[in-house]
């Protein structure tokens, strides 16, 4: 059924298609809206046999969630940013318990400073806790990745992170296809756990692990998630057979043949890459892009073969790893293995648009191999160089002949960047 | 009745264990052979360890209350780790450890999946130690209380951090020597401020019941146990457990010291419902506080020879004065 | 549920901590040990006291009665007459009271009595005659501990009933007769002779009969006397004889006012019968003070109740018709009473003797090997054999305390004796385990439990009649005080070492079993012996 309907609002419907049986709300922005609309499903009986509890705080949340999956109910939560990090703990353990809890992350910064608007940092953060992530383009998608995910998690007893971007995805209303109750029966069937608490069957569950097995139990995880690699587009396939649309999978390729430069990014900013292919292809110039749907387990063969041709790899991401780059562009280049320079682009942090003039100008430059290996896109250069400059005269110690120097010539900042030290 | 069952056991009334004589419903749980052993034999605990002594106490009375019927969930700490090292497990009941501070909240997760599952007579345990309680649970405990989830909560409190090796936590005596209190300086061992005191924190919350109780009371603490799993919603049990390594105690000691706890005043056992005090446990054979401190080495700087500090020990026994008299411990005439 | 395996390592199976020995962790090893209670040790009878106390506070009186008959074959009469040193070693009278071991005693001799319960004989005959010489309770002691032995029994009393001192010595108000005459009674029926009136003077000549061993306890009857200058003749009895004849019905005229003089329980027993004779004035005359009297306190404060005086720190130095001179005494720093020089007269219509008595034992001075002492009393070895082979004493009559309880524990011992003598061997007593001392109990367990007190007749009644002072206890109180007793270093599974063990390293083996440590757990901690209320938990180190 089609509706026009808010992002946040598209998946609460459809989260409760899914039929979860636990919920833990805590609020945070920007997923509150999804917490929020699924306790009024809740308390209005639109969803039923569901327990949904406020707790009191995210980390009380995984907690809660970790202990209804372990009891043998379907669990969800969602969280933002901060959220994220606070019940970072127990993220790593519901992983290493083997819980399929599914958890939306309305992707936003973290602070210091604060800042609750759109970027990738949170998911990058806890990207190698155990979880896999699946990004949403689009509001659609976002509520459809929602029903692959708990067919995800229970296939492979891993829980899944659905990664939204926050505001954009979360708060914006479009239109969204909502299958019927009966539909999504056919696609999920009810949870059966792989172990839970049981009184008549009592083992322990959460042992500790010594050096004797603790890189077997590693390893292990590590395999679940190669098996992952082949139960997502399994799924995908599967909801776009029942369903009639596609949604999901591993990368999604856009316009690649015989493109010079493929642009490779996360989640929804994948829409405007797309607008802005299609007027580079107007204009002539061979330009494609790559969506990841699936950033744990990385799909390096399938991002390979994506990738495979192409001169140059402009990976627009919206996180930064400081002092390196971009966690984005790092897997990627692990994908091509040298055969194609890769390029970082550093978007959106804290919210900031990304626009189609933007990322043309990237891809310009790009063309013209004028492209820095790490660039800071709509950088306020001015602001930052000033606010060097002032650090930088500030700056009581060090060796003499630098303060001499500094005196001598006092609008000269020596500073070091990415490329210099790549050098 | 026979004329044997009208006249009392006065041979060991009903302190100890079990009794030949009581019937077998006035016994305990442990002086039954068919005891569920929550955990059983081959732990790793230190000898003479009162929290393995405590949990099997408290979740083989809270087994017998439920017919079974329970599952339990663990903080880390001491009885997560000599219970649990793989490749072994001394748990005879269904049983998950997630993490250090978060057993309150698993607790509710639990809870809630067996009631949506339509599992409704199957209870739910959940227990840590002090720190686990007391310090980096204690958010999550306080939202089990306020939601009134329907679980138990047991703290073994041992009064500090024992499993990373005897570090304060909001549980520990004042005074106490611990590794991060050590008895040095003009004010050695633990600060002397209140602690935290838990169990009238969770009266605070008017949770339907909470109730303190020691490894030297096992009638007082099976009571209380199955008091609390006849009752639906949140409860809490706070467990007085030495820890001969922490103390600085005798292995042999652990029950002797959790008597002295209690019949000195400082661990009072109590009954509350829904905030009141509801029963206290008197005191049988009164005892000064010193009785209970002088055998523990993380008192020993109270003691030492021709310097003993006389005005730290009075300190100490006006608190446990202050305890006899808030809850009228010792009954007309015996004070 | 699927059917995936579970998680590698993380989940593990229910209770497989069992494969991890944590007995090699042990330096010590807990041990359960019995040891003697100090009732048991103090008990003159050799009862095991805690053994019947056991029985009684299940409430199987019968049974309790089967154990204590194994040792004593006159509960009814030792629950009343027995001074009950048990009780003064009792550890519970550092708890709060001694348990009123006597009457628990006192009751399952009654219950016995009442029920017809009847001992227990189960040894085959052996064809062996033994001689038993008086009957009174060292002689129908050892006649029925022979009889259980198998022997055939002859006792020959000189004296016209059996009992001895029960029935002459002591006053039918601390022992009824028909108690006495019923126990005496149960005694014979197991199938002892008993030849009244037929006094022993030759005891080659019964060995000559065919006895193949003869027991003498013919007790010690004499009196004792004292020179009393009398200038006039007073009227002067002994004790012994006014006790006997006051038995037989002839009470003696006696007057309004009678001295008892001596400070022993016959002194006491007598000014408290003169009184019940209906004398005005009964009084004691004690060379002592009370705190040295041998006489019980509770004996001098019954008969202070029943309003015998006592004249303390008294020495009789004349007698003149009804003035009785007395003269002060005072206790010298060596505790012995000197004379003062001060003088009181009493006025006495009769003067009761009540110094003691001496062995009549002369028809034994003429035995070879057998040692007769000046006061008469007759030397035996540790089998209470005399010099002459197949020839044993006991009671009055050999050097010990004189009561009945050391009697009654006499004839057992000699019967046990003679049996290991007459089958060629040597008696083979069980070592004597460590005593259970009230340090080792861990009292906390032990609720606090007032003795309770046995009624008392009233006091006119008492004044006036023989009928018995001391009431019993009903079955309620009995099975009260049977059940305030602490066990002493004998388990009585209280389930303590089976719940405070951490290590569940304690099996317990089910009723009358006991318990049995499990070495493969158990760390040796130690809790189980800290815990043992009773002290029957011994931690030995671990060898090697």
Same mark, same amino acid.
């Given at each position: 059924?089609?509706?026009?309907?808010?992002?946040?609002?598209?998946?609460?419907?459809?989260?409760?298609?899914?039929?979860?049986?636990?919920?833990?709300?805590?609020?945070?922005?920007?997923?509150?809206?999804?917490?929020?609309?699924?306790?009024?499903?809740?308390?209005? /009986?639109?969803?039923?046999?569901?327990?949904?509890?406020?707790?009191?705080?995210?980390?009380?949340?995984?907690?809660?969630?970790?202990?209804?999956?372990?009891?043998?109910?379907?669990?969800?939560?969602?969280?933002?940013?901060?959220?994220?990090?606070?019940?970072?703990?127990?993220?790593?353990?519901?992983?290493?318990?083997?819980?399929?809890?599914?958890?939306?992350?309305?992707?936003?910064?973290?602070?210091?400073?604060?800042?609750?608007?759109?970027?990738?940092?949170?998911?990058?953060?806890?990207?190698?806790?155990?979880?896999?992530?699946?990004?949403?383009?689009?509001?659609?998608? !976002?509520?459809?990745?929602?029903?692959?995910?708990?067919?995800?998690?229970?296939?492979?007893?891993?829980?899944?992170?659905?990664?939204?971007?926050?505001?954009?995805?979360?708060?914006?209303?479009?239109?969204?296809?909502?299958?019927?109750? !009966?539909?999504?029966?056919?696609?999920?069937?009810?949870?059966?756990?792989?172990?839970?608490?049981?009184?008549?069957?009592?083992?322990?569950?959460?042992?500790?692990? /010594?050096?004797?097995?603790?890189?077997?139990?590693?390893?292990?995880?590590?395999?679940?998630?190669?098996?992952?690699?082949?139960?997502?587009?399994?799924?995908?396939?599967?909801?776009?057979?029942?369903?009639?649309?596609?949604?999901?999978?591993?990368?999604?390729?856009?316009?690649?043949?015989?493109?010079?430069?493929?642009?490779?990014?996360?989640?929804?900013?994948?829409?405007?890459?797309?607008?802005?292919?299609?007027?580079?292809?107007?204009?002539?110039?061979?330009?494609?892009?790559?969506?990841?749907?699936?950033?744990?387990?990385?799909?390096?063969?399938?991002?390979?073969?994506?990738?495979?041709?192409?001169?140059?790899?402009?990976?627009?991401?919206?996180?930064?790893?400081?002092?390196?780059?971009?966690?984005?562009?790092?897997?990627?280049?692990?994908?091509?293995?040298?055969?194609?320079?890769?390029?970082?682009?550093?978007?959106?942090?804290?919210?900031?648009?990304?626009?189609?003039?933007?990322?043309?100008?990237?891809?310009?430059?790009? !063309?013209?191999?004028?492209?820095?290996?790490?660039?800071?896109?709509?950088?306020?250069?001015?602001?930052?160089?000033?606010?060097?400059?002032?650090?930088?005269?500030?700056?009581?110690?060090?060796?003499?002949?630098?303060?001499?120097?500094?005196?001598?010539?006092?609008?000269?900042?020596?500073?070091?960047?990415?490329?210099?030290?790549?050098? | 009745?026979?004329?044997?069952?009208?006249?009392?056991?006065?041979?060991?009334?009903?302190?100890?264990?079990?009794?030949?004589?009581?019937?077998?419903?006035?016994?305990?749980?442990?002086?039954?052979?068919?005891?569920?052993?929550?955990?059983?034999?081959?732990?790793?605990?230190?000898?003479?360890? %009162?929290?393995?002594?405590?949990?099997?106490?408290?979740?083989?009375?809270?087994?017998?209350?439920?017919?079974?019927?329970?599952?339990?969930?663990?903080?880390?700490?001491?009885?997560?780790?000599?219970?649990?090292?793989?490749?072994?497990?001394?748990?005879?009941?269904?049983?998950?450890?997630?993490?250090?501070?978060?057993?309150?909240?698993?607790?509710?997760?639990?809870?809630?999946?067996?009631?949506?599952?339509?599992?409704?007579?199957?209870?739910?345990?959940?227990?840590?130690?002090?720190?686990?309680?007391?310090?980096?649970?204690?958010?999550?405990?306080?939202?089990?209380?306020?939601?009134?989830?329907?679980?138990?909560?047991?703290?073994?409190?041992?009064?500090?951090?024992?499993?990373?090796?005897?570090?304060?936590?909001?549980?520990?005596?004042?005074?106490?020597?611990?590794?991060?209190?050590?008895?040095?300086?003009?004010?050695?061992?633990?600060?002397?401020?209140?602690?935290?005191?838990?169990?009238?924190?969770?009266?605070?919350?008017?949770?339907?019941?909470? %109730?303190?109780?020691?490894?030297?009371?096992?009638?007082?603490?099976?009571?209380?146990?199955?008091?609390?799993?006849?009752?639906?919603?949140?409860?809490?049990?706070?467990?007085?457990?030495?820890?001969?390594? %922490?103390?600085?105690?005798?292995?042999?000691?652990?029950?002797?010291?959790?008597?002295?706890?209690?019949?000195?005043?400082?661990?009072?056992?109590?009954?509350?419902?829904?905030?009141?005090?509801?029963?206290?446990?008197?005191?049988?054979?009164?005892?000064?506080?010193?009785?209970?401190?002088?055998?523990?080495?993380?008192?020993?700087?109270?003691?030492?020879?021709?310097?003993?500090?006389?005005?730290?020990?009075?300190?100490?026994?006006?608190?446990?004065?202050?305890?006899?008299?808030?809850?009228?411990?010792?009954?007309?005439?015996?004070? | 549920?699927?059917?995936?395996?579970?998680?590698?390592?993380?989940?593990?199976?229910?209770?497989?901590?069992?494969?991890?020995?944590?007995?090699?962790?042990?330096?010590?090893?807990?041990?359960?040990?019995?040891?003697?209670?100090?009732?048991?040790?103090?008990?003159?009878?050799?009862?095991?006291?805690?053994?019947?106390?056991?029985?009684?506070?299940?409430?199987?009186?019968?049974?309790?009665?089967?154990?204590?008959?194994?040792?004593?074959?006159?509960?009814?009469?030792?629950?009343?007459?027995?001074?009950?040193?048990?009780?003064?070693?009792?550890?519970?009278?550092?708890?709060?009271?001694?348990?009123?071991?006597?009457?628990?005693?006192?009751?399952?001799?009654?219950?016995?009595?009442?029920?017809?319960?009847?001992?227990?004989?189960?040894?085959?005959?052996?064809?062996?005659?033994?001689?038993?010489?008086?009957?009174?309770?060292?002689?129908?002691?050892?006649?029925?501990?022979?009889?259980?032995?198998?022997?055939?029994?002859?006792?020959?009393?000189?004296?016209?009933?059996?009992?001895?001192?029960?029935?002459?010595?002591?006053?039918?108000?601390?022992?009824?007769?028909?108690?006495?005459?019923?126990?005496?009674?149960?005694?014979?029926?197991?199938?002892?002779?008993?030849?009244?009136?037929?006094?022993?003077?030759?005891?080659?000549?019964?060995?000559?009969?065919?006895?193949?061993?003869?027991?003498?306890?013919?007790?010690?009857?004499?009196?004792?006397?004292?020179?009393?200058?009398?200038?006039?003749?007073?009227?002067?009895?002994?004790?012994?004889?006014?006790?006997?004849?006051?038995?037989?019905?002839?009470?003696?005229?006696?007057?309004?006012?009678?001295?008892?003089?001596?400070?022993?329980?016959?002194?006491?027993?007598?000014?408290?019968?003169?009184?019940?004779?209906?004398?005005?004035?009964?009084?004691?005359?004690?060379?002592?003070?009370?705190?040295?009297?041998?006489?019980?306190?509770?004996?001098?404060?019954?008969?202070?109740?029943?309003?015998?005086?006592?004249?303390?720190?008294?020495? =009789?130095?004349?007698?003149?018709?009804?003035?009785?001179?007395?003269?002060?005494?005072?206790?010298?720093?060596?505790?012995?009473?000197?004379?003062?020089?001060?003088?009181?007269?009493?006025?006495?219509?009769?003067?009761?003797?009540?110094?003691?008595?001496?062995?009549?034992?002369?028809?034994?001075?003429?035995?070879?090997?057998?040692?007769?002492?000046?006061?008469?009393?007759?030397?035996?070895?540790?089998?209470?054999?005399?010099?002459?082979?197949?020839?044993?004493?006991?009671?009055?009559?050999?050097?010990?305390?004189?009561?009945?309880?050391?009697?009654?524990?006499?004839?057992?011992?000699?019967?046990?004796?003679?049996?290991?003598?007459?089958?060629?061997?040597?008696?083979?007593?069980?070592?004597?385990?460590?005593?259970?001392?009230?340090?080792?109990?861990?009292?906390?367990?032990?609720?606090?439990?007032?003795?309770?007190?046995?009624?008392?007749?009233?006091?006119?009644?008492?004044?006036?009649?023989?009928?018995?002072?001391?009431?019993?206890?009903?079955?309620?109180?009995?099975?009260?005080?049977?059940?305030?007793?602490?066990?002493?270093?004998?388990?009585?599974?209280?389930?303590?070492?089976?719940?405070?063990?951490?290590?569940?390293?304690?099996?317990?083996?089910?009723?009358?079993?006991?318990?049995?440590?499990?070495?493969?757990?158990?760390?040796?901690?130690?809790?189980?012996?800290?815990?043992?209320?009773?002290?029957?938990?011994?931690?030995?180190?671990? =060898?090697?």
């Amino acid at each position: 059924m089609l509706k026009q309907i808010e992002g946040s609002q598209g998946m609460a419907e459809a989260i409760a298609l899914c039929r979860p049986q636990v919920i833990c709300a805590y609020p945070i922005t920007p997923q509150t809206h999804i917490v929020e609309g699924l306790g009024a499903m809740v308390k209005d /009986g639109r969803l039923s046999g569901c327990e949904y509890i406020n707790v009191e705080s995210e980390f009380g949340a995984m907690s809660v969630a970790i202990g209804a999956a372990a009891g043998g109910a379907r669990a969800y939560t969602a969280t933002a940013s901060q959220g994220l990090l606070f019940m970072a703990e127990a993220v790593y353990n519901a992983a290493g318990l083997g819980l399929p809890i599914v958890m939306t992350l309305g992707n936003r910064a973290i602070g210091a400073p604060i800042n609750i608007w759109n970027d990738h940092s949170d998911a990058m953060a806890l990207k190698d806790a155990g979880w896999i992530q699946l990004y949403a383009e689009t509001n659609q998608e !976002a509520a459809d990745l929602h029903i692959q995910a708990f067919r995800i998690a229970e296939d492979l007893s891993c829980p899944v992170m659905v990664c939204v971007d926050g505001f954009i995805l979360t708060h914006a209303f479009e239109r969204v296809d909502l299958p019927t109750q !009966a539909q999504v029966d056919d696609f999920l069937p009810p949870y059966r756990p792989v172990q839970r608490l049981d009184p008549a069957n009592p083992y322990s569950i959460g042992a500790m692990v /010594g050096p004797e097995a603790f890189t077997e139990v590693r390893y292990l995880a590590h395999q679940k998630m190669i098996d992952a690699l082949d139960v997502i587009p399994r799924v995908a396939a599967e909801f776009e057979a029942a369903f009639g649309r596609a949604a999901g999978g591993l990368v999604r390729p856009y316009r690649t043949e015989g493109a010079e430069t493929l642009v490779v990014a996360l989640g929804s900013v994948n829409g405007t890459i797309k607008d802005v292919v299609d007027a580079e292809r107007a204009a002539g110039r061979a330009v494609g892009s790559v969506s990841i749907g699936a950033f744990r387990p990385f799909p390096l063969a399938e991002l390979n073969a994506a990738l495979a041709g192409a001169r140059r790899v402009v990976c627009l991401e919206k996180n930064l790893a400081p002092g390196l780059g971009g966690a984005l562009a790092s897997n990627v280049r692990m994908a091509l293995r040298g055969q194609a320079p890769v390029h970082t682009v550093i978007a959106g942090l804290g919210g900031r648009p990304i626009t189609r003039a933007g990322i043309a100008g990237v891809l310009a430059a790009a !063309a013209q191999d004028a492209l820095d290996d790490l660039t800071f896109l709509d950088l306020n250069r001015p602001v930052v160089e000033a606010q060097l400059l002032r650090a930088a005269g500030l700056r009581e110690s060090g060796p003499i002949a630098e303060n001499l120097l500094k005196a001598l010539n006092p609008g000269r900042v020596e500073r070091v960047s990415p490329r210099r030290m790549q050098e | 009745m026979t004329e044997t069952q009208k006249v009392r056991f006065y041979q060991t009334g009903t302190h100890t264990v079990g009794n030949r004589l009581m019937e077998a419903e006035s016994r305990t749980v442990q002086a039954s052979p068919e005891r569920s052993n929550a955990i059983t034999s081959g732990h790793r605990a230190c000898q003479g360890c %009162g929290e393995a002594l405590g949990a099997r106490y408290a979740l083989d009375a809270a087994m017998r209350a439920t017919g079974g019927r329970m599952v339990a969930v663990n903080a880390t700490g001491c009885l997560e780790v000599f219970t649990t090292p793989y490749p072994e497990t001394s748990w005879q009941v269904a049983w998950l450890h997630s993490l250090f501070g978060n057993a309150p909240a698993v607790a509710t997760g639990v809870a809630a999946a067996l009631r949506v599952t339509g599992q409704h007579d199957v209870r739910v345990v959940a227990q840590g130690g002090d720190g686990g309680t007391t310090d980096i649970g204690f958010g999550c405990l306080s939202g089990l209380f306020e939601r009134n989830d329907d679980v138990l909560y047991i703290c073994y409190d041992n009064e500090a951090y024992m499993n990373t090796g005897v570090q304060r936590s909001s549980a520990t005596p004042a005074f106490a020597r611990t590794a991060t209190t050590p008895a040095t300086g003009p004010h050695p061992g633990n600060v002397a401020g209140t602690g935290k005191n838990l169990p009238r924190i969770a009266m605070a919350h008017e949770i339907p019941y909470v %109730g303190t109780a020691s490894v030297a009371d096992l009638h007082d603490l099976e009571a209380k146990v199955t008091r609390a799993m006849a009752i639906g919603g949140a409860r809490y049990i706070h467990i007085h457990v030495p820890c001969p390594l %922490g103390w600085g105690a005798a292995a042999h000691d652990t029950i002797r010291l959790a008597r002295l706890a209690v019949e000195s005043g400082l661990f009072p056992l109590i009954e509350a419902e829904h905030g009141e005090v509801t029963a206290v446990k008197p005191i049988r054979r009164r005892v000064p506080v010193e009785d209970y401190l002088r055998p523990q080495k993380r008192f020993a700087h109270l003691f030492r020879p021709g310097h003993e500090d006389r005005a730290t020990l009075a300190a100490i026994q006006a608190t446990a004065d202050a305890n006899i008299r808030r809850y009228g411990l010792c009954p007309e005439g015996q004070e | 549920m699927t059917d995936a395996p579970k998680p590698f390592a993380i989940t593990l199976d229910p209770g497989s901590s069992r494969a991890n020995h944590t007995g090699s962790w042990r330096s010590e090893r807990p041990v359960y040990v019995d040891r003697l209670p100090p009732c048991n040790a103090q008990c003159p009878a050799g009862e095991n006291i805690q053994g019947w106390l056991y029985h009684a506070e299940s409430g199987d009186y019968a049974a309790a009665w089967q154990v204590l008959m194994q040792d004593n074959p006159l509960p009814a009469v030792m629950g009343r007459v027995c001074y009950h040193s048990c009780e003064g070693a009792c550890n519970r009278a550092t708890l709060d009271e001694a348990v009123s071991i006597h009457a628990v005693e006192r009751f399952l001799g009654d219950y016995a009595l009442d029920h017809g319960l009847r001992p227990q004989v189960a040894a085959p005959p052996s064809g062996r005659r033994v001689l038993v010489v008086g009957a009174g309770p060292s002689g129908l002691s050892a006649a029925y501990h022979l009889t259980r032995l198998g022997h055939a029994v002859t006792i020959r009393e000189a004296g016209p009933m059996a009992g001895g001192m029960m029935r002459f010595g002591i006053p039918r108000y601390r022992l009824p007769r028909d108690v006495l005459d019923a126990e005496i009674a149960r005694i014979l029926s197991l199938g002892v002779t008993l030849e009244l009136n037929s006094k022993v003077a030759d005891i080659e000549a019964a060995f000559a009969e065919g006895f193949d061993a003869i027991f003498t306890a013919v007790g010690a009857h004499l009196a004792k006397r004292t020179e009393i200058p009398a200038h006039a003749a007073g009227r002067i009895l002994d004790a012994a004889g006014f006790l006997a004849r006051v038995e037989m019905g002839e009470a003696p005229q006696l007057g309004r006012r009678v001295i008892v003089y001596g400070g022993g329980n016959t002194a006491m027993d007598v000014a408290r019968t003169v009184k019940r004779l209906g004398a005005d004035d009964a009084m004691v005359v004690y060379r002592r003070s009370r705190a040295q009297m041998p006489a019980h306190a509770f004996e001098a404060d019954e008969a202070e109740d029943e309003g015998v005086m006592m004249h303390w720190l008294r020495t =009789i130095t004349a007698v003149d018709g009804a003035a009785v001179t007395v003269e002060k005494m005072v206790i010298d720093a060596t505790g012995r009473p000197q004379p003062t020089g001060e003088f009181e007269v009493l006025k006495a219509d009769t003067l009761i003797l009540a110094l003691g008595q001496d062995a009549d034992t002369g028809f034994l001075a003429r035995v070879p090997g057998v040692e007769v002492a000046p006061d008469g009393v007759v030397g035996v070895d540790a089998r209470m054999m005399t010099g002459r082979p197949g020839l044993f004493a006991g009671g009055d009559m050999v050097p010990a305390e004189r009561t009945v309880t050391v009697a009654v524990g006499h004839g057992k011992k000699a019967a046990r004796h003679i049996d290991a003598w007459l089958r060629g061997g040597a008696l083979d007593a069980p070592e004597r385990h460590a005593p259970a001392t009230f340090e080792r109990l861990n009292t906390w367990y032990y609720d606090d439990a007032p003795r309770s007190l046995q009624a008392e007749l009233a006091l006119v009644r008492r004044q006036t009649g023989f009928d018995e002072v001391v009431q019993g206890l009903t079955e309620a109180t009995a099975l009260y005080e049977a059940r305030r007793c602490l066990s002493c270093g004998n388990c009585f599974e209280c389930d303590n070492c089976f719940g405070v063990c951490p290590d569940n390293a304690v099996i317990k083996l089910g009723p009358g079993n006991r318990f049995r440590i499990d070495y493969d757990y158990c760390k040796g901690c130690g809790l189980c012996a800290a815990e043992c209320p009773c002290g029957a938990i011994e931690m030995v180190p671990e =060898i090697g």
